[in-house]
């Protein structure tokens, strides 16, 4: 059983800062790649970034110079650190990882959802 748990959100000022992290727990023979995307109501899900497990990474035009994504592979971890938040993030934010078991199956696995707020 692999689970993707994702945790950081939550309210933040414009012009804040927050960082998610999410975690991949289970059978797991790797991961690549890893990414976040975000979902507002009525609206598609989208990407947000997305890194490989060399470290390259690729940003939404959106978020480009403001989030930073990284991983650490040997806890199977993404994080994504927000600066310079603005309004129009706010949104359900999604943890997604291609995953490899270790019994040799392959697919998408998606967290939870952590919301982001942010409001003055």
């Known amino acids: 059983q692999v689970q993707l748990v994702e945790s950081g959100g939550g309210l933040v000022q414009p012009g804040g800062s927050l960082r998610l992290s999410c975690a991949a727990s289970g059978s797991i023979y790797s991961i690549n790649p890893m990414g976040w995307y975000r979902q507002v109501p009525g609206k598609q899900r989208e990407l947000v970034a997305i890194?490989?497990?060399?470290?390259?990474?690729n940003y939404a035009d959106s978020v480009k110079g403001r989030f930073t994504i990284s991983r650490d592979n040997a806890k199977n971890t993404v994080y994504l650190q927000m600066n310079s938040l603005k309004p129009e993030d706010t949104a359900v934010y999604y943890c997604?990882?291609?995953?490899?078991?270790?019994?040799?199956?392959?697919?998408?696995?998606w967290g939870q959802g952590t919301q982001v707020t942010v409001s003055s």
């Open positions: 997604n990882g291609r995953i490899i078991t270790n019994q040799g199956t392959a697919r998408d696995y």
């Open positions: 890194i490989t497990s060399g470290d390259r990474t």
